[in-house]
């Protein structure tokens, strides 16, 4: 099976502008969750869809914001950006199918850099 | 909400060595606890994984414990070699209040292993 793609791979912005990254999941994945990871923070849980569906969220502001279609790929998406949204923005996928735990496969990331 | 702290923040050792990194979490309700190898500029990769009904799990030279009474779980490495250099992190998994899971991660380990 193919691998967690995520597009595109970089980006540079401008403050004040927005931006939409794109992750396609695991053939057969119906989960899909975003992190944030910075040198500073670590890895930071953005949000998780399943099914087209908002099931978790983290602790971000509004201005990050998600989707997910019917064959399971996602974007976010981020208004208004600032400079401390620089970071690597990794999605996974799973085929979680219950309340244990599950198997999360990342993606190779969207490197965003806020100028 | 879920706490996991991560320890030691950088670890060298010499080939051959074995390696331990421990993580504590704060929420008992967590049940799922995976381990993650990030190598420079690529994807964080599972590595083992193990669930709150199991108390340690091997896979060749890696080996996870869990001491759910104390709320904390241990990475093994043996007989360490070079191509083990990565950040490795833990993380732990929980229901929270949506009853879906989502991971919490530590700080992350800096593993050296020199030839």
């Known amino acids: 099976k193919a691998g967690v793609t995520q597009t595109p791979r970089y980006l540079i912005k401008t403050r004040g502008q927005q931006v939409t990254l794109s992750c396609s999941p695991i053939s057969g994945h119906r989960s899909v969750s975003w992190y944030q990871q910075t040198p500073g923070q670590g890895l930071q849980f953005l949000f998780e869809y399943f099914s087209e569906t908002q099931r978790n969220k983290g602790n971000f502001p509004g201005r990050f914001s998600g989707r997910q279609f019917s064959n399971s790929r996602s974007e976010m998406n981020v208004s208004t950006l600032e400079l401390g949204d620089s970071a690597l923005y990794l999605c996974a996928s799973s085929s979680q199918t219950g309340i244990i735990g599950y198997e999360q496969y990342f993606g190779p990331g969207t490197r965003l850099t806020v100028t | 909400g879920e706490n996991v702290e991560q320890h030691p923040s950088t670890l060298s050792v010499q080939e051959g060595d074995s390696a331990v990194i421990k993580c504590t979490y704060s929420d008992s309700a967590s049940n799922y606890f995976p381990w993650y190898k990030q190598e420079l500029g690529k994807r964080p990769q599972l590595i083992i994984d193990i669930r709150s009904n199991v108390g340690e799990k091997k896979d060749q030279r890696i080996a996870v414990t869990l001491n759910k009474t104390a709320k904390h779980f241990s990475l093994h490495i043996t007989e360490t070699q070079p191509e083990d250099s990565a950040v490795y992190f833990c993380?732990?998994?929980?229901?929270?209040?949506?009853?879906?899971?989502?991971?919490?991660f530590g700080t992350g380990t800096r593993l050296l292993v020199s030839p």
């Open positions: 993380a732990a998994s929980n229901p929270g209040n949506t009853g879906f899971q989502k991971l919490v």
